[in-house]
């Protein structure tokens, strides 16, 4: 484990949130001719997850055995991707916000034991 801090993720959040704003914009297009985001998107959930999963696989790998900065684009093609996912899957970002939001200050342990789904 490194001692480098996270930082700010204020640009992050910047950029999530125009990134958030062109998958919208793809969806409402709709033309899976003209933008990787709208082909995915039509080809539904099992589709989005699956490249989400396949994206998570590489970054994990990435992760133990690569540089920093290809660590950090792996990173952010799960990031696209998880965006993708939950755009197909009718999943709002607030909706996620709102559970983060609520786990916040609380032990990531409590937070597990608290849960009825797992």
């Known amino acids: 484990m490194t001692n480098q801090p996270l930082g700010s993720a204020d640009l992050l959040g910047q950029i999530l949130n125009a990134l958030s704003n062109t998958v919208d914009a793809r969806a409402a297009e709709g033309d899976d001719n003209a933008s990787y985001t709208a082909k995915l998107l039509a080809k539904g959930p099992k589709k989005t997850a699956k490249k989400l999963g396949e994206e998570a696989v590489e ?13 950090a684009s792996e990173t952010a093609d799960v990031l696209y991707h998880l965006l993708v996912a939950l755009r197909s899957r009718g999943v709002a970002l607030d909706e996620v916000a709102r559970v983060l939001a609520d786990r916040q200050g609380m032990s990531g342990l409590v937070e597990k034991a608290n849960r009825t789904d797992s």
Not at 59 to 71: F, H, K, Q
Request: aromatic content about 0%; hydrophobic content about 45%; cysteine-free.
């Open 59 to 71: 970054l994990a790998i990435a992760l133990t055995s690569e540089s920093d900065e290809n660590v």
